[in-house]
């Protein structure tokens, strides 16, 4: 991160989050193990595997609570995934029956946007980890590493746009923002890290 992000960190929702997390962040990181998995072809289809069900259990919510598509759209990486799994070979069917974890319930907006940070956020992290699949495996984003991409060229403007979003919640939405972006971090911990086939119940 620049010193210019951190310019003007009082009062800022977004610091407020990164600070708040930054342990549930930590958590994942280590947990995620994505170099070992991302080595193998095998494994990066699995991780992705995993990272469909969780995208097609919450993006549908988060579009519902927040009920503003025309911010959210550009956001949703569902499609990226599942073009990048039918380049590794999955058929429509396989990726339709991808396991997903149990339903998440988001009350609103407040509770839409903790969780959108969360997956906005892993974009910034997302793109060292496309720079190794691109290595590993001659991927990019037009085929194969296309979520890893992130967001592409318009990576910067939607993140600030983002956290220009964050900074005109209300004061009184904060508690719920963070309290999401913590359980999401947390959910996806336990979906992306449990035993490869383990799927709701
Ligand atoms: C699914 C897994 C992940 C999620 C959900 C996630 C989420 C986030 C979030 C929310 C932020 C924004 C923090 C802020 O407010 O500045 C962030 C930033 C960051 N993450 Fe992750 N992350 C994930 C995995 C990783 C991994 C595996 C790495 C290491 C390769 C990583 C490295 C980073 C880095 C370096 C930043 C700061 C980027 C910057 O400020 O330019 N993340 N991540």
Not at 44 to 65: D, Q, S, T, V
Not at 80 to 98: F, K, Q, V
Not at 106 to 132: D, F, H, N
Not at 175 to 182: C, K, L, M, W
């Amino acid at each position: 991160m620049s010193d210019d992000d951190m310019s003007d960190r009082t009062g800022n929702l977004r610091w407020r989050l990164r600070e708040e997390t930054a342990t549930a962040h930590e958590a994942l990181e280590r947990d995620l193990a994505w170099e070992q998995r991302i080595a193998s072809l095998e494994g990066y289809r699995g991780l992705l595997g995993r990272l469909r069900g969780f995208h097609a259990m919450i993006e549908p919510e988060i579009g519902r609570a927040l009920a503003d598509d025309a911010f959210f759209a550009p956001r949703r990486r569902l499609a990226l995934l599942d073009a990048d799994l039918r380049h590794l070979g999955l058929s429509e069917a396989e990726i339709a029956a991808l396991p997903r974890p149990e339903p998440m319930t988001l009350s609103g907006p407040a509770q839409a946007l903790g969780a959108l940070y969360v997956l906005e956020g892993s974009t910034l992290g997302g793109k060292v980890i496309g720079r190794r699949v691109a290595a590993l495996h001659g991927f990019d984003a037009e085929a194969g590493a296309a979520y890893y991409g992130g967001h592409g060229d318009q990576a910067g403007a939607l993140w600030r746009s983002f956290c220009a979003r964050l900074d005109e919640a209300p004061e009184a939405d904060a508690p719920a923002i963070v309290a999401t972006a913590d359980a999401l971090f947390e959910a996806m911990r336990l979906w992306l890290c449990a035993p490869a086939g383990t799927a709701a119940a």
